[in-house]
């Protein structure tokens, strides 16, 4: 037979506990965050130049219609 004991530490759920100094705590988060901040910015970046694509794709294709509109209208006309 098995005591509460023996259950809290065969279950699957256990996980290791590390204790750290503050200093080390302190270096682990301003890691963190400037992990965060790095991605930010490279999302950023990404999302500007996708961006900036779109844009040039909607650009090329507004003067290929219009383009096509005065065609059609000075055939029209004729």
Do not use: C, G, W
Request: proline share 1%; charged share 40%.
């Amino acid at each position: 037979m098995y005591s509460m004991f023996d259950l809290l530490f065969e279950t699957t759920s256990y996980r290791p506990v590390y204790v750290i100094s503050d200093s080390e705590m302190r270096e682990l988060k301003k890691n963190q965050h400037q992990e965060e901040l790095d991605e930010i910015t490279t999302q950023k970046v990404r999302l500007e130049d996708a961006f900036k694509a779109q844009l040039k794709h909607l650009e090329e294709r507004e003067k290929e219609v219009k383009k096509e509109l005065k065609v059609l209208s000075a055939s029209k006309d004729k």
